[in-house]
C-alpha cells in the first residue's frame, strides 16, 4: 500500500483484491479475511478496509453473509456499454475482463422466422434465414444460451468455426458490426434451458434481443439471448 498515494488507500485495497481474484490467488467461494485482518496486514484503519469491502460490494466481486463473512463471488461477464463502443461482441466484452470466453455448438439449421426475426432481417414471409444457437461460457461456466439469426447473404458463416467469435468472422469478410439496438426483460427458464445453465427451472432470467448492423447499416443479425444473472453484469454508461 502506497499512503502518499494520489489514489486513496481503500481503492489501492480494492484493486489489491481484485488482481488477487483475478490471478486465481482468490476463487470464488473463498472467504475473505476479517477487518481486524485487514487492518493488520495492511497497515490501515478498519474505516478503509470496510470502505475497500463496500466498493468490492458494488462491483459484485464479493457477497456479504450475515454473520458469516464475505466471500469471492460467482466470476460473472461483467460488460460495460458506453457511447464510445456500443458493439461489443461476448468474446471482448469476456477476454476485457480477464475472463476466458468458450462456445458450445447447439444447433445450426435454415428456418422459416418468425414474425419478430423477419421484421428485423428485412426478410420475405417465405425466405428461410440462418439460426445458429450455442452456450456460451465464461472460465467454463455456461453464463448464456444464444440464438442468432442471420439473413441469406451471410451464409458464409457455416464454413466458419462457430464456437468462435463470429464478429471475428465478420471483419474478415470485411463487415464491421458498428449499431445495436438492445432490449432487455425478464424470463423464466424452460426445462431446458435451466439444465444447459445449470439453473432451477422457472428461475428469473434476462432476455436479451438486440439488432445489429454492419458499417453499410445492412443488418446483420437478430438475437435473443437468455441469460443467467447471477453470472452477469451490464454497465451503461451515458
Not at 425466405?127 to 444464444?146: A, S, T
Request: net charge negative.
Amino acid at each position: 500500500m502506497v499512503k502518499n498515494s494520489i489514489i486513496p488507500l481503500y481503492q489501492q485495497l480494492s484493486d489489491e483484491i481484485k488482481d488477487q481474484i483475478k490471478e486465481g490467488r482468490l476463487k470464488a467461494g473463498d472467504r475473505l479475511m476479517t477487518e481486524a485482518e485487514f487492518s493488520q496486514q495492511y497497515e490501515v484503519s478498519r474505516i478503509t478496509v470496510r470502505k475497500a469491502i463496500e466498493l468490492l460490494v458494488d462491483e459484485g466481486y464479493v457477497t456479504r453473509k450475515q454473520g458469516i463473512g464475505t466471500f469471492i463471488a460467482e466470476k460473472k461477464l461483467r460488460r460495460v456499454v458506453d457511447p464510445d463502443n456500443l458493439v461489443r461482441s461476448f468474446s471482448e466484452a469476456s477476454r476485457m475482463s480477464g475472463q476466458e470466453p468458450s462456445s458450445e455448438l447447439i444447433s445450426v439449421e435454415w428456418v422459416m422466422p418468425e414474425a419478430s426475426v423477419q421484421r428485423s432481417l428485412h426478410v420475405g414471409e417465405e425466405e428461410k434465414v440462418l439460426k445458429i444457437v450455442r452456450l456460451r461460457k465464461i472460465d467454463g461456466v455456461p453464463v448464456m444460451i444464444e440464438s442468432n439469426y442471420y439473413p441469406k447473404r451471410l451464409d458464409f458463416l457455416l464454413q466458419a468455426n462457430l464456437t468462435g467469435s463470429t464478429y471475428e468472422v465478420f471483419r474478415e469478410h470485411g463487415l464491421i458490426p458498428s449499431h445495436a439496438v438492445r432490449t432487455v426483460q425478464i424470463c423464466y427458464a424452460t426445462l431446458e434451458e435451466a439444465q444447459r445453465l445449470g439453473v432451477e427451472e422457472n428461475q428469473p432470467l434476462l432476455l436479451q434481443t438486440e439488432e445489429t448492423t454492419d458499417q453499410n447499416q445492412q443488418i446483420l443479425h437478430y438475437s435473443k439471448v437468455v441469460v443467467n444473472s447471477q453470472r452477469y453484469q451490464l454497465t451503461i454508461i451515458s
